[in-house]
């Protein structure tokens, strides 16, 4: 058994002559919660998307759980136990929340055309397993019983986003991918889902990769964090090393800060500041 | 109190407009459509929570609709009957039946309207018990008094079915289908193949008779099978572009079916397959036979009821599947993949196979439509396949509301009736009223107007109107109509709302 659920090397991604992802290294050991951070178009989402099987890389390999998952479609991805959230959410808005934690589960139930027409008692039995877990998890996210019914896209824009994490979780993940998070969130939200994210590593042992701008989040939550700018990789570690790593600030701020900066906690500061407010 | 009659006049309006087109003893019939009209309607404006609330606006509105029908039995009967030439019924009669309809009419009403009160479950118990009471009557009712609706009721179920299935492709799985009646036409030219002598009279052999039972699971599954086929080509293909694919599949197959009417094959001039009129072109395949079963007599075309019963109960076992398929994990991954294929992707729905199934599960029962059409018209031509029978089948579907079953069957009747009854109707009456006042020049230039004629106009001018004034469809499901009528705002948007206010200045004020 490997120590790191996920092993990727030499990643490369091009769109015609634009190389979105340049050859990274990138591993997460199990059980932790890593972070991957950096400036708008630094490659983030692109590299989640190759983790996911919705990009193919262009070069180099991705070991999941020790089996290679590059080539894989999405929804073959997900069955080998990756969950994940997106940037801008992407719930079935039409669907009750409960619905939308039941689709998540689609891959774990394995009812056929046959015995769904047939109602078999397996099936049946399947489904109420189903519809509590869906509830469980509803509630382990925070979202109580009385929104169960709710059409997703009436629910309050915080629910949406734990809605969206219970609906991940319901895939059985054993790498959990977080696309911002906590993205619109203020900041009595914001500590209620790291919490949750904590949670979701200590409680049900699930293993939590998140793409984050916000930099309290990222330092107070990651035991690794790995900075892209255009592509590339260019600092990673503890989140104490990665914060006064000079090419992290300079990627943040541009050169003439990290040249003034040098040595100061103020910046420090500024990039926390900058990265917060966005 | 006013509500109650004023829905007792709407149902009486439309009640009034029965009796005037048929005249005759149809006053009872339009009884039952009142009755149920008023019923179900007061049922669910009645305020308060009582059985008797119930029982008394459905009664109410029930009376109400009875007394017009009564009038208005009695006025058709002095003003239209001897001008259109039909027989004038007995005063006593005209009385006697006009009561009847009413009594119908009020017995339904507060029957309905006290059955929305039950509580719980047993609501709906009894609402689909009183319907299927009046189901099982109607065909006994039209038989007795020679209303002779049965054969265009029974096309129109045979749409309605159609309907269904197409719901699951386009309702659920959100996969716009132009070419439905494809699959409508394999299913009858499978049971034309099995169920009749005519590709033995073509090869000179006795070929075997497969039974109706059995052919309608067969074509069911030849119609699936096509989806299948159907679907590989539009996987990777959205919206528009599906619809146009789709649209090119409703084309050929009718055409291929019209013209394998010389069909062989022959390679490097060695013949494999003998030509032979395959599918008979234009002129068909007939006759095909009828089911069989002990005790009822399917191959008297006089008496449909069989026929109807029959229908009936294909349609409630297609209902029963597809409301199983609904509430699985097959239905939500349809419908999911309707909201967000990529998200659906992302949450291990396997698209590829997803979307097959919508198409194959839609086009199997578009197969049994196909193969109950084939029976009972007795024969299977290219003509009843062209592209208007999808047309018509999206039309219901979205006429009733998207993707919810009564909705798709109210959309189908009101569609059906008002085009294979109603307008044929208006047609006879005004060319009978022209007949019988020849003397009379103004009345007689009605010869030469057929509203038949106008029925693809008038039947775009009611889409134009449905859309602009009820997008969801006449019974929507609930969500189509949230997500129609944004603008009044539900509670939970509301919520929302004031969330992302909070937000942002909660947000300004911690920075």
């Known amino acids: ?278 | 109190m006013s509500r109650a009659i004023n829905i007792g006049v709407w149902a009486g309006v439309f009640g009034v407009f029965i009796i005037v087109l048929f005249g005759g003893q149809s006053v009872l019939a339009a009884g039952l459509i009142c009755g149920l009209l008023a019923g179900l309607l007061a049922g669910a404006r009645t305020e308060g929570e009582t059985m008797q609330a119930g029982v008394r606006d459905g009664l109410i509105s029930g009376a109400v609709a009875g007394v017009i029908l009564i009038v208005s039995n009695i006025l058709r009967n002095t003003f239209i009957t001897t001008l259109v030439g039909q027989n004038l019924p007995s005063t006593g009669e005209v009385l006697s039946f006009g009561i009847a309809g009413a009594a119908i009419s009020m017995v339904l009403g507060a029957a309905l309207g006290a059955a929305h009160f039950l509580p719980g479950r047993r609501s709906s118990y009894a609402t689909w018990a009183i319907l299927g009471l009046v189901i099982l009557i109607y065909p006994f009712l039209d038989y007795s008094i020679q209303l002779g609706w049965l054969g265009i009721v029974i096309t129109g179920l045979i749409f309605i079915l159609l309907a269904l299935g197409l719901n699951i492709v386009v309702g659920y799985a959100g996969l716009l289908d132009l070419g439905y009646a494809a699959f409508f036409a394999i299913g009858a030219y499978t049971a034309a193949f099995l169920s009749s002598s005519y590709i033995g009279d073509q090869l000179n052999f006795a070929n075997p008779r497969v039974s109706f039972w059995l052919v309608i699971f067969i074509a069911a599954a030849m119609a699936g099978l096509f989806g299948l086929i159907l679907g590989a080509p539009t996987l990777p293909l959205r919206g528009d572009y599906l619809a146009i694919v789709t649209l090119g599949f409703g084309e050929i197959v009718p055409i291929v079916f019209r013209n394998l009417d010389t069909f062989g094959i022959t390679i490097f001039g060695h013949e494999f397959i003998k030509t032979f009129n395959l599918t008979g072109g234009e002129l068909g395949i007939s006759p095909i036979d009828p089911p069989k079963l002990p005790g009822l007599n399917f191959a008297d075309r006089s008496d449909q009821r069989p026929w109807y019963f029959l229908l009936v109960l294909i349609i409630l076992f297609s209902i029963f599947l597809i409301n199983r398929l609904r509430g699985s994990r097959l239905g939500r991954a349809w419908m999911a993949m309707r909201e967000d294929e990529l998200a659906a992707s992302s949450m291990g729905i396997n698209i590829v196979r997803t979307k097959l199934l919508a198409f194959a599960m839609g086009a199997s029962f578009s197969g049994f439509g196909g193969a109950y059409f084939g029976a009972f018209v007795g024969g299977a031509f290219p003509s009843s396949f062209d592209f208007s029978v999808s047309v018509i089948v999206l039309c219901m579907v979205i006429l009733g509301g998207l993707g919810n079953i009564p909705g798709v069957i109210v959309g189908g009747l009101i569609i059906e009736l008002s085009d294979r009854l109603f307008l044929p109707q208006i047609t006879l009456l005004l060319q009978s009223i022209a007949q019988h006042n020849a003397n009379n020049p103004s009345l007689s230039g009605l010869q030469r107007f057929d509203p038949t004629l106008y029925r693809t106009g008038l039947f775009g001018l009611v889409l134009v109107l449905m859309m602009q004034l009820r997008p969801e469809g006449l019974l929507p499901n609930a969500r189509r109509k949230l997500e129609l009528h944004a603008d009044q705002a539900s509670p939970g948007e509301a919520a929302q709302s004031q969330t992302d206010l909070y937000d942002v200045e909660t947000e300004a004020a911690s920075s």
């Open chain 1, 1 to 278: 058994m490997a120590t790191n659920i996920l092993e990727a090397q030499g990643i490369v991604k091009q769109f015609g002559g634009l190389t979105a992802v340049n050859n990274v290294d990138f591993v997460i050991p199990k059980g932790t919660i890593c972070s991957l951070i950096g400036p708008n178009g630094a490659g983030k989402t692109t590299f989640f998307n190759m983790i996911t099987g919705l990009y193919v890389p262009t070069s180099g390999s991705m070991i999941f759980d020790d089996q290679s998952i590059v080539g894989l479609k999405p929804d073959q991805v997900t069955a080998r136990g990756v969950g994940r959230t997106f940037q801008n959410i992407r719930l079935f808005a039409n669907m009750t929340a409960l619905e939308n934690v039941l689709v998540g589960q689609h891959a774990r139930l394995k009812a056929n055309l046959l015995g769904i027409l047939l109602q078999t008692r397996a099936v049946k039995a399947e489904e109420e397993r189903a519809r509590l877990r869906a509830i469980e998890l509803l509630e382990f996210v925070g979202l109580g019983r009385q929104r169960v019914d709710e059409m997703s896209k009436n629910l309050p824009y915080g629910d949406q986003r734990r809605l969206e994490i219970a609906r991940a979780l319901a895939t059985n993940p054993k790498l959990l991918l977080l696309d911002e998070p906590t993205a619109g969130m203020n900041p009595h939200e914001t500590d209620a889902l790291t919490r949750l994210m904590r949670q979701i590593r200590d409680e049900l042992g699930i293993t939590v990769l998140l793409i984050e701008h916000d930099m309290k989040v990222v330092m107070g939550i990651s035991e690794k964090v790995t900075v892209l700018d255009h592509g590339g990789k260019i600092a990673e570690g503890l989140p104490e090393v990665v914060r006064s790593n000079e090419q992290v600030i300079e990627a943040y701020l541009g050169k003439g800060a990290a040249a003034q900066g040098k040595g100061g906690g103020g910046v420090r500061k500024a990039v926390v500041q900058s990265a917060e407010g966005r």
